[in-house]
């Protein structure tokens, strides 16, 4: 049996001396869960005049769910054709199959955030599952996310970008991953550069598999991102631990004299071999290599 309460309740006003008001009409069961069939269980009506919003909730048995259209909608009260927010939800967990199951519109209803979900989780195949544009600019994404059951995946990009709202063409944080690991071959899997001019580089990671790694060079560089391109370390890893044959595995720079080394550190195979380096490299029987150092 559904049962109509209504109810007027005053709150004072966080922006100005008036008390805001808010109307409440709400669909209950008898044990007080929000329950309705043929309607929105929960409608809220706040603010006044040009400001004045209308939500509209759904529920079954206390859960948010609605078969086909969105189960949550915010729209402006003198404009209902202006959704600012929607959700569609199944059983209490966003859900929707063909388009976004969260959708953020401001005002001049244009987009602020999209989000993809299936079953709860972030999902989509064709793009990306989460974008939030620019409050400055609609048509500019300030960050973007490609997932699939609740992962970072993507196979011919990265699956994580952050923009930079005032200059879109310098991106903030890159990272590439498959099945919700850092992974890419024959480049950074993860960037970060600073977010204010000289919007110089902070750091570069190679990873395949989740853990740093790179044949080539070092898997892990920092900048001093107030300085644009100058190095303060590089690290370098294999299969996820401290690796170098050829030189120092770790390797600190002066920050006010760019190229200057002032430590170093030897490593192979996740072992440390201390700052006099490496005397000999021996293969085991497996071809493995181990390594001996001079202690002084």
Not at 57 to 78: C, D, I, T
Not at 188 to 209: D, F, L, M, R, V
Not at 246 to 263: R, T
Request: with cysteine; glycine share 10%; hydrophobic share 30%.
């Amino acid at each position: 049996m559904e049962i109509p309460i209504k109810s007027v309740r005053r709150y004072p006003s966080i922006i100005t001396t008036n008390p805001g008001e808010v109307v409440e009409t709400s669909y209950r069961l008898p044990n007080g869960d929000l329950h309705r069939t043929i309607g929105p269980a929960l409608t809220i009506v706040r603010g006044e005049g040009v400001n004045a919003t209308v939500e509209e909730e759904w529920y079954l048995y206390g859960q948010l769910h609605r078969s086909g259209p969105p189960a949550l909608v915010k729209y402006m009260k003198n404009n209902p054709e202006i959704k600012v927010y929607e959700e569609w939800r199944q059983k209490g967990q966003y859900h929707r199959i063909g388009g976004p199951a969260c959708i953020h519109v401001n005002k001049e209803g244009l987009k602020c955030y999209e989000a993809w979900h299936q079953h709860g989780k972030y999902h989509r195949t064709a793009g990306p599952a989460i974008i939030s544009y620019s409050k400055k600019n609609p048509d500019m994404k300030l960050w973007e996310e490609y997932r699939q059951n609740g992962k970072f995946h993507r196979a011919d990009g990265p699956a994580h970008t952050i923009y930079n709202e005032e200059t879109p063409q310098i991106k903030i944080r890159e990272g590439w991953y498959m099945n919700g690991q850092l992974h890419r071959v024959g480049g950074p899997a993860n960037t970060a550069s600073n977010e204010e001019k000289p919007y110089g580089k902070i750091q570069e990671q190679w990873c395949q598999n989740g853990g740093l790694h790179r044949e080539d060079g070092p898997a892990q560089i920092f900048y001093n991102g107030g300085k644009p391109n100058v190095v303060t370390s590089k690290l370098w890893f294999l299969h996820g631990q401290h690796h170098n044959l050829h030189g120092a595995a770790v390797i600190k720079y002066d920050v006010e004299k760019p190229g200057i080394k002032i430590s170093e550190e030897w490593w192979v195979n996740g072992k440390y071999h201390g700052p006099d380096g490496l005397v000999s490299l021996v293969p085991d029987k497996e071809g493995k290599v181990e390594a001996s150092c001079n202690h002084k």
